[in-house]
């Protein structure tokens, strides 16, 4: 596709459920990032991922929070028993590659996913 | 997580006038990314640094890579109600691929 595509575009869950949010990279980019952004936060760093590399989960706040990339394209972000603390937009990027030039470590975004936990 | 110290926080300004915002930060950076972010949107990439002292231009923006490499600046000249959103700056270390990110500056324009 022409750009980072996530889904659904917003969520109403309550309290306790489990959650899965889609990502859909740009065709041919090796990594993915997802974000957290609260409101009035910057960008919040929950986990990467690069080609067939174990994935970086240093980000992730709880065990609650988990992600998987399958066949090195498509994500999904799981959040296990929602707490309404979990509300924010949830947003993935993706790059080319990392560890090669630096304009191919740049990230482009997509349009997120707002999570209303109540 | 570390962010960086972004300013202002937010600026209500009239169209025609030049913006000004800029970013600080106590760790030296190797890239340094300028986003803009509409309502309902993802960030979009503005513009890119990669050498410490780069000044970069897109359009009426303009950006610089501080020497010191722990700051950056962002300059919109001319604003139009159209630059509404929030820009975020964002830093990358050498071999670290977890972008930094401030806490952006929203900026509203009067028509």
């Known amino acids: 596709g022409a750009g980072v595509s996530q889904s659904p575009s917003n969520k109403v869950t309550e309290k306790g459920k489990d959650v899965e949010l889609r990502c859909d990279p740009i065709?041919?980019?090796?990594?993915l990032y997802w974000y957290r952004q609260s409101l009035g936060q910057g960008l919040e760093f929950l986990i990467y991922?690069?080609?067939?590399?174990?994935?970086?989960k240093s980000g992730l706040p709880s065990d609650r929070f988990s992600a998987e990339r399958t066949g090195g394209s498509v994500s999904t972000l799981t959040i296990q028993r929602t707490q309404q603390e979990d509300s924010a937009v949830y947003l993935c990027?993706?790059?080319?590659?990392?560890?090669?030039?630096?304009?191919?470590?740049?990230?482009?975004f997509g349009p997120g996913t707002r999570l209303l936990v109540l | 997580g570390q962010q960086l110290n972004q300013s202002p926080q937010s600026m209500f300004i009239q169209e025609g006038e030049d913006v000004s915002m800029n970013c600080t930060s106590s760790?030296?950076?190797?890239?340094w990314l300028w986003y803009k972010q509409e309502p309902g949107e993802g960030p979009v990439l503005l513009i890119a640094?990669?050498?410490?002292?780069e000044l970069t231009s897109n359009g009426r923006l303009t950006a610089q890579f501080g020497i010191t490499r722990k700051d950056s600046f962002l300059n919109i000249s001319a604003s139009i109600p159209s630059d509404v959103g929030i820009y975020f700056c964002?830093?990358?270390?050498?071999?670290?691929?977890?972008?930094?990110f401030g806490r952006g500056t929203s900026l509203i324009v009067h028509p």
């Open positions: 990027a993706s790059s080319l590659e990392i560890g090669g030039w630096p304009s191919e470590e740049t990230q482009y």
């Open positions: 065709s041919g980019h090796t990594a």
């Open positions: 991922f690069q080609g067939n590399s174990a994935p970086d």
């Open positions: 760790s030296i950076f190797n890239t």
């Open positions: 640094l990669y050498k410490a002292g």
């Open positions: 964002a830093g990358l270390s050498g071999g670290s691929y977890i972008s930094t």
